[in-house]
Nanobody
Framework: EIQLLESGGGSVQAGGSLRLSCVVS????????LAWFRQAPGKEREGVAS????????DYSDSVKGRFTISRDNVKNTLYLQMNNLKSEDTAMYFC????????????????WGHGTQVTVSS
């Protein structure tokens, strides 16, 4: 069974930084999509960033471009999200997700999900 486990969330002041991690297990092949999503109370889930494990191609939502960086370690099977210059609007539960595509559009349906890690940004 494919499993994803997030960590690294916490509380930070506006302008600060956090790095989220997600350990992925259960895949028997090495090329698939990994992504980060977030959801705040009362709002719909939003795609944040994605990466293709085959060649490292990335995509970002407009709201985080220039501030967040997605990366992965294929040997450790770990996904990362480096978040810099955090804003209060970034406060949300952050989820990692995976899918068996070779083009990682954030609007695609991701079929495996972690349980989330909370990020709270105070002003």
């Amino acid at each position: 069974e494919i499993q994803l486990l997030e960590s690294g969330g916490g509380s930070v002041q506006a302008g600060g930084s956090l790095r989220l991690s997600c350990v992925v297990s259960g895949y028997t092949f090495n090329r698939y999509c990994l992504a980060w999503f977030r959801q705040a109370p009362g709002k719909e889930r939003e795609g944040v960033a994605s990466i293709y494990t085959g060649d490292g191609t990335t995509d970002y939502s407009d709201s985080v471009k220039g501030r967040f960086t997605i990366s992965r370690d294929n040997v450790k099977n770990t996904l990362y999200l480096q978040m810099n210059n955090l804003k209060s609007e970034d406060t949300a539960m952050y989820f990692c997700a995976s899918a068996g595509y070779d083009k990682c559009d954030l609007e695609y349906e991701y079929n495996h999900w972690g349980h989330g890690t909370q990020v709270t940004v105070s002003s």
